[in-house]
């Protein structure tokens, strides 16, 4: 992604945005609209802290310790200690795109001028993302309300010079010594500024902008796939025809069936039912009804993108600073809205990825594949062919089934009862990351075999959007049929090409740009 600046201001962001910080190389600044609004709002706490009549998160404990006021001396200490008592994740570092996607959601917070936060603070988190340094977050610690807490603390720590983070080089060393080396001043926070730190839905909120776009990049991939199926099967095209998915008008299903049938444009393979000794009159389910359950889930991505692009227009914290100049609490740091879509979205990938795995079978199985050799195996018996690629492909399937059971039914209590219902989303997206990994994989084996099978049909010719897809897999490097072979690599390369947008681009050099 090429460099450039990403602007934030008091009216939020955008995903094309978060996703140029958390993947990309832009760099970060604040508007000048935004500085003002922040020392507005620093005004208004500044006032508040000099009254003796106590507020939350300015002079007072947190959470079940709220009841307990707070001296002006020990302000400082007590945002110092909720940064560092709540930096208490566990296992695994979680990965860098998720954590800068984290902090640059923090920071878009901070800047709507809703939070209480200096604007020296705020600069200094655009200045740890814009000097590469990325704070060391573990995989648990979250439960999806008041925040992603402990995420967001291990962040704030890094502010604080505290901790362990990771620079530029990949290379992780203690915080304290990585803003030094990038000139940045340890931050020093004062009354309410440690809780703004905190208090946000930043963490699943990037994971759901990123998986979005993930998805988006694989449905139009799993569409031809699909196509590339359909075809290898000697299928018919008639039913992906405008007129029949109009009077079932779903947008995401017309989609699917536009790209598929646009993909099988000029084919000579498909509609070839009399090839066979039992003539078919309809394809089965997963081929026929693709647009249907790819169409199924593109619309819920398109509901799941109402809910991130209102997340991403929203202030999550808590207390909020009011235009009026009050400083009220509320519970908008709730992941619910969130969770609920990070769970559907596991679902419909679950089943774009079934219904996929489906295909590759019915082009493995002499009996269903209308003419293909066993297992697309060169000599039958001596070769196994792709028999074992399928039971990768079934092995992820399945795991994607159990990552589907949803993780926002769940609550368990915390903070003494006062936290008593929680949204468990950040669950709810890292298991979403992994199951968005697993679909690319799966559409990949389809991709692989569906490919085969089109070049085993001899005396038979693909559409041009399917022979464009076919030189450029072959191109990478990804090998076509012949002898059994050390397959993992071939299924590694099928991986990188689906993953890195090789297939959809090779597709659309022929269509033109596909949904």
């Not at 297992?375 to 196994?384: M, N, R, T």
């Not at 041009?464 to 030189?471: D, L, V």
């Amino acid at each position: 992604m090429d460099m450039h600046t990403v602007v934030v201001g008091t009216s939020g962001t955008t995903a094309e945005d978060v996703i140029a910080v958390a993947r990309g190389r832009a760099r970060v600044e604040l508007s000048a609209g935004a500085l003002d609004a922040l020392a507005a709002a620093r005004r208004i706490v500044d006032a508040l802290a000099a009254k003796p009549e106590p507020v939350y998160g300015v002079s007072t404990g947190f959470g079940a310790l709220a009841s307990r006021h707070i001296g002006p001396d020990l302000r400082a200490q007590l945002q110092r200690n909720i940064v560092r008592s709540h930096a208490a994740g566990m296992g695994p570092h979680v990965e860098r795109d998720v954590v800068r996607a984290l902090m640059f959601l923090r920071l878009k917070t901070v800047a709507s001028g809703h939070t209480g936060v200096r604007p020296e603070v705020a600069q200094a988190m655009a200045d740890v993302l814009n000097a590469g340094i990325t704070p060391v977050v573990h995989e648990f610690g979250s439960l999806g309300c008041s925040g992603d807490l402990a995420p967001l603390s291990h962040c704030a720590l890094t502010l604080m010079g505290e901790g362990d983070a990771e620079g530029p080089d990949g290379v992780v060393r203690p915080a304290g010594e990585l803003l030094a080396a990038h000139g940045i001043k340890p931050v020093e926070l004062r009354e309410k500024e440690g809780l703004a730190l905190l208090n946000g839905t930043d963490g699943m909120l990037g994971m759901l902008v990123m998986a979005l776009a993930d998805l988006h990049r694989l449905y139009t991939s799993a569409d031809i796939t699909a196509a590339l199926t359909l075809e290898a099967l000697l299928g018919t095209d008639k039913v992906l025809a405008p007129e029949l998915h109009a009077i079932r008008p779903h947008p995401g299903q017309g989609a699917s069936a536009d790209n598929m049938l646009r993909v099988l444009a000029g084919s000579g393979l498909t509609g070839h039912f009399q090839a066979d000794a039992a003539p078919r009159v309809q394809d089965a389910y997963s081929v026929r009804c693709a647009p249907q359950v790819a169409g199924a889930g593109r619309d819920t991505l398109a509901y799941a993108r109402t809910v991130a692009d209102r997340e991403l227009a929203a202030a999550v914290d808590n207390p909020v600073v009011l235009p009026d100049g009050r400083v009220e609490s509320n519970g908008n740091f709730h992941g619910a809205p969130v969770a609920y879509v990070l769970d559907f979205l596991a679902i419909v990938a679950a089943d774009l990825a079934s219904i996929a795995e489906r295909r590759t079978d019915r082009l493995l199985d002499k009996n269903r594949s209308h003419g293909l050799p066993p297992f697309l195996a060169d000599d039958a018996g001596v070769d196994s062919g792709l028999m074992i690629a399928q039971y990768t492909q079934a092995a992820l399937v399945s795991e994607m089934k159990r990552l589907a059971a949803p993780a926002s039914v769940d609550s368990i209590p915390s903070s003494a009862m006062q936290e008593d219902h929680v949204s468990m989303g950040w669950s709810a997206a890292r298991k979403l990351r992994t199951a968005v990994d697993n679909l690319t994989r799966v559409i990949a084996v389809e991709l692989y075999a569906a490919t085969r099978a089109i070049e085993l049909r001899t005396g038979l010719t693909a559409a041009p959007a399917s022979r464009a897809a076919i030189g450029a897999l072959r191109a990478a490097g990804v090998e076509g049929p012949g002898p059994d072979r050390f397959l993992a690599p071939d299924l590694a390369g099928a991986d990188a090409f689906v993953r890195g947008g090789d297939l959809v681009t090779a597709v659309e050099s022929v269509t033109g740009p596909l949904a």
